[in-house]
């Protein structure tokens, strides 16, 4: 395939499907995410995107497909970041986040990282960059 010039110009959301929207709502919040979008459509759904303080990309809380009603939790691939991990690591303990035991550290150049588990059992990651 030849290379062509693109007009995508960055990733703004990634979605992660949720069953119970107001409850990701509510732990997403509880972390430090900013609800920017929560909009009805479709006539029983809602759109919802959260996204962390200073981020321009969001995580779209999508309801399940029509007639989809079972989530399956997965591994998002999702990487969040932070300037201290250790201290993320604790302050999601501490609010009961289903968190790893311990922050994994490979050493250079993998950079200090956990993962946690939303309320839906999606799995994200954290990493730390100073």
């Given at each position: 395939m030849p290379v062509t010039t693109t007009r995508i110009r960055e990733i703004s959301l990634v979605c992660v499907p949720t069953l119970d929207q107001d409850r990701a709502i509510e732990f997403y919040e509880a972390l430090g995410f900013e609800k920017r979008t929560d909009t009805p459509f479709g006539g029983e759904y809602r759109w919802v995107e959260v996204y962390?303080?200073?981020?321009?990309?969001?995580?779209?809380?999508?309801?399940?497909?029509?007639?989809?009603?079972?989530?399956?939790?997965?591994?998002?691939?999702?990487?969040?970041?932070?300037?201290?991990?250790?201290?993320?690591?604790?302050?999601?303990?501490?609010?009961?986040?289903?968190?790893?035991?311990?922050?994994?550290?490979?050493?250079?150049?993998?950079?200090?990282?956990?993962w946690f588990r939303d309320p839906t059992g999606h799995t994200l990651m954290v990493v730390e960059q100073p």
């Amino acid at each position: 395939m030849p290379v062509t010039t693109t007009r995508i110009r960055e990733i703004s959301l990634v979605c992660v499907p949720t069953l119970d929207q107001d409850r990701a709502i509510e732990f997403y919040e509880a972390l430090g995410f900013e609800k920017r979008t929560d909009t009805p459509f479709g006539g029983e759904y809602r759109w919802v995107e959260v996204y962390p303080p200073s981020g321009t990309t969001g995580i779209a809380l999508a309801p399940p497909a029509p007639g989809g009603g079972e989530i399956t939790p997965t591994q998002t691939g999702i990487t969040l970041t932070t300037d201290d991990i250790d201290a993320t690591h604790a302050q999601f303990k501490a609010l009961g986040v289903d968190v790893d035991p311990e922050v994994a550290r490979m050493g250079d150049p993998v950079p200090p990282m956990f993962w946690f588990r939303d309320p839906t059992g999606h799995t994200l990651m954290v990493v730390e960059q100073p």
